[in-house]
């Protein structure tokens, strides 16, 4: 590869003269088996009159490898050797070393020598997660001719905000800073606060339904509040976006027909999510036909209830149980079907919070149009 610039071309470290100047590279890469990789890299960079009447040349010889183990080890290093108009050969490496604990926690490791001098730094970081959660960065540096210095960071990310804590020691700007940000959103009827916000957002909403895991494109960033809402900030606009929800969060008198949804929301805007958890109340109980002083358990007939115009049917089982689902507290027409003739009453629901209502044993008297007791 040979580019050549313009008389007018400039960089910072070569500003525009009134000669032109080149760049000459060359790449060599061979891999060696899946794990170690080499490559040659050779630069020629001609800078045209740094100073008056002396250009210069650069030429740079590279060695670049990379060791992946088996396991979460990296080994990676760098040689280089440097070629300057009117200056000695110098040797630079560069060598390094990187170990994954998981998969938010990484150590490194690295060596750099330029000719004589030399700088070693060691770091350790945890980024913060999509959701709620914990990062910190811990780093040294150490010089053949300089002292020591270090730095740590410690943030944490909620659901209202971000805050970083920075320690430096050592260093020209030693000392301690403090930030925190965050954010307020207008969505849904109802301001929430959240994280700040850059990109786009979206509310999801799961009535009732408190303390529900939402995932967004399968990494957890958060639960419900108490009224079933969660803020989700920082989604791509204009591209799908997968929010899910953890159905097994909902209480067991609760279903849902659907657990996730694709929304491609505006930069900068938001979009509603709501999953319609629907709760379960069951109503079981008894019935039996009454004939004056006959009692007779319709087994396996049915037992038809009538809800708004809808009927509602439950097969009658050998000790005349019956069950039903979110019918609504009141009287409502039911006919008991078993034999050549329905037998009508009246069906009362009893208002109850709880997850079962049982009506223990409701009669039908077959000798009377309409009616029944509990």
């Given at each position: 590869?040979?580019?050549?610039f313009?008389?007018?071309?400039?960089t910072?470290?070569?500003?525009?003269?009134?000669?032109?100047?080149?760049l000459?590279?060359?790449?060599?890469s061979?891999?060696?088996?899946?794990?170690?990789?080499?490559?040659?890299?050779?630069?020629?960079?001609d800078?045209?009159?740094?100073?008056?009447?002396?250009?210069?040349?650069?030429?740079?010889?590279?060695?670049?490898?990379?060791?992946r183990?088996?396991?979460?080890?990296?080994?990676?290093?760098?040689?280089?050797?440097?070629?300057?108009?009117?200056?000695a050969?110098r040797?630079?490496?560069?060598a390094?070393?990187?170990?994954?604990l998981?998969?938010?926690?990484?150590?490194?490791v690295?060596?750099?020598?330029?000719?004589a001098?030399?700088?070693t730094t060691v770091?350790?970081?945890?980024s913060?997660?999509?959701?709620?959660?914990?990062?910190?960065?811990?780093?040294?540096?150490?010089?053949?001719?300089s002292?020591?210095?270090?730095?740590?960071?410690?943030?944490?990310?909620?659901?209202?905000?971000?805050?970083?804590?920075?320690?430096?020691?050592?260093?020209?700007?030693?000392?301690?800073?403090?930030?925190?940000s965050g954010?307020?959103?207008?969505?849904?009827?109802?301001?929430?606060?959240t994280?700040?916000?850059?990109?786009?957002?979206?509310?999801?909403?799961?009535?009732?339904?408190?303390?529900?895991?939402?995932?967004?494109?399968?990494?957890p960033?958060?639960?419900?509040?108490?009224h079933?809402?969660?803020?989700?900030?920082?989604?791509l606009?204009?591209?799908?976006?997968?929010l899910?929800?953890?159905?097994?969060?909902?209480?067991?008198?609760?279903?849902?027909e659907?657990?996730?949804?694709?929304?491609?929301?505006?930069?900068?805007?938001?979009a509603?999510?709501?999953?319609?958890?629907?709760?379960?109340?069951?109503?079981?109980?008894?019935?039996?036909l009454?004939?004056?002083?006959?009692?007779?358990?319709?087994?396996?007939?049915?037992?038809?209830?009538?809800?708004?115009?809808?009927?509602?049917?439950?097969?009658?089982?050998?000790?005349?149980?019956?069950?039903?689902?979110?019918?609504p507290a009141?009287?409502?027409?039911?006919a008991?079907e078993?034999?050549?003739?329905?037998?009508?009453?009246?069906?009362?629901?009893?208002?109850?919070?709880?997850?079962?209502?049982?009506?223990g044993?409701?009669?039908?008297?077959a000798?009377a149009?309409?009616?029944?007791?509990?």
């Amino acid at each position: 590869m040979r580019p050549v610039f313009s008389p007018q071309y400039a960089t910072l470290l070569a500003p525009a003269r009134n000669r032109w100047a080149s760049l000459i590279s060359g790449v060599l890469s061979v891999p060696l088996g899946r794990r170690i990789s080499l490559s040659v890299q050779h630069t020629i960079d001609d800078l045209a009159d740094v100073e008056p009447g002396r250009p210069m040349r650069n030429r740079r010889t590279a060695l670049t490898g990379t060791w992946r183990t088996a396991g979460r080890l990296e080994f990676y290093g760098t040689v280089a050797l440097n070629e300057q108009t009117d200056s000695a050969r110098r040797l630079d490496v560069f060598a390094g070393a990187s170990l994954l604990l998981g998969t938010r926690t990484a150590i490194n490791v690295a060596h750099d020598r330029s000719g004589a001098q030399g700088l070693t730094t060691v770091e350790m970081q945890q980024s913060l997660p999509v959701g709620p959660g914990f990062g910190y960065r811990l780093s040294g540096v150490a010089g053949d001719a300089s002292s020591a210095s270090g730095s740590g960071v410690l943030q944490y990310q909620g659901a209202f905000g971000r805050y970083e804590v920075t320690r430096d020691v050592g260093s020209a700007v030693a000392g301690t800073s403090i930030s925190a940000s965050g954010g307020v959103v207008a969505i849904g009827g109802g301001l929430h606060l959240t994280r700040a916000v850059s990109t786009s957002y979206a509310l999801v909403r799961v009535p009732g339904a408190a303390g529900v895991r939402v995932y967004d494109n399968n990494q957890p960033v958060g639960r419900t509040d108490r009224h079933g809402n969660l803020l989700v900030p920082n989604l791509l606009p204009y591209y799908g976006n997968r929010l899910s929800i953890a159905d097994t969060d909902l209480p067991l008198d609760y279903e849902i027909e659907h657990t996730g949804q694709t929304i491609a929301p505006p930069f900068q805007g938001g979009a509603l999510v709501a999953f319609l958890a629907e709760r379960i109340q069951g109503v079981t109980g008894r019935v039996v036909l009454t004939h004056g002083a006959a009692r007779t358990v319709p087994v396996y007939g049915n037992l038809v209830v009538t809800v708004k115009g809808v009927r509602q049917v439950s097969p009658i089982g050998a000790q005349g149980e019956f069950y039903f689902e979110n019918l609504p507290a009141g009287p409502h027409p039911a006919a008991v079907e078993f034999g050549d003739t329905p037998c009508a009453f009246t069906l009362t629901v009893t208002p109850s919070a709880a997850p079962f209502i049982d009506l223990g044993t409701v009669r039908c008297d077959a000798g009377a149009p309409a009616g029944g007791t509990r």
